[in-house]
T-cell receptor, first 116, second 116 residues
Framework: GAVVSQHPSWVICKSGTSVKIECRSL??????MFWYRQFPKQSLMLMAT?????????EQGVEKDKFLINHASLTLSTLTVTSAHPEDSSFYIC????????????FGPGTRLTVL | AQSVTQLDSHVSVSEGTPVLLRCNYS??????LFWYVQHPNKGLQLLLK??????LVKGINGFEAEFKKSETSFHLTKPSAHMSDAAEYFC??????????????FGAGTRLAVHP
């Protein structure tokens, strides 16, 4: 099946610093990737959609200057949390849209971010 | 607008007994529906997908779901629970086609506990 990896799996940073999370599709090309946020014991909330070679589309209420998304290749998207604060602590999950479908997403294992 | 409601936040069953996880959806058109499973510290795994073909959809690990348009339901079942089925289960509906893809809208999740 389609495999998506994320790196790192967990990260702890100090308040005010920036953190980059990588999302890779290992065995398929993902022209579209998605970034979700999941708070403890809650569901996934879509943050933004990234298309290879173009600007990301952010959901309402998501600060685009705080959550920078880059989709430079068909297998790699990155999420950078800039000037992180404790309230940004969360579980960040990416997914890739498999080619030939419009809605079958394959998800990465997630990255747990803790901001001190 | 599309939405999905998982009727139970927690379900507890004994090993070897049937599993029923309930999901109702709301959609202005014929939707795609999914069930994903999330094991602790692991990524979401696609269990099954309904796309307007057969109303009874068979998935992995013995799970299946039945699409009932008259009841706007897409309940997930398994005849006999296994300890390894203990996880969080998400019912998901595709929510609006735009830009070449459908966004996914997640239910709140149902935590399944399996007891010996």
């Amino acid at each position: 099946g389609a495999v998506v990896s994320q790196h790192p799996s967990w990260v702890i940073c100090k308040s005010g610093t920036s953190v980059k999370i990588e999302c890779r599709s290992l065995d398929f090309q993902a022209t579209t990737m998605f970034w979700y946020r999941q708070f403890p014991k809650q569901s996934l909330m879509l943050m933004a959609t990234s298309n290879e070679g173009s600007k990301a589309t952010y959901e309402q209420g998501v600060e685009k200057d705080k959550f920078l998304i880059n989709h430079a290749s068909l297998t790699l998207s990155t999420l950078t949390v800039t000037s992180a604060h404790p309230e940004d602590s969360s579980f960040y999950i990416c997914s890739g849209l498999i080619g030939g479908t419009t809605d079958t997403q394959y998800f990465g294992p997630g990255t747990r971010l803790t901001v001190l | 607008a599309q939405s999905v409601t998982q009727l139970d936040s927690h379900v507890s069953v004994s090993e070897g007994t049937p599993v029923l996880l309930r999901c109702n959806y709301s959609s202005s058109y014929s939707p795609s529906l999914f069930w994903y499973v999330q094991h602790p510290n692991k990524g979401l795994q696609l269990l099954l997908k309904y796309t307007s073909a057969a109303t009874l959809v068979k998935g992995i690990n013995g799970f299946e779901a039945e699409f009932k348009k008259s009841e706007t339901s897409f309940h997930l079942t398994k005849p006999s629970a296994h300890m390894s089925d203990a996880a969080e289960y998400f019912c998901v509906v595709s929510g609006g086609f735009s830009g070449g893809y459908n966004k996914l809208i997640f239910g709140a999740g149902t935590r399944l506990a399996v007891h010996p």
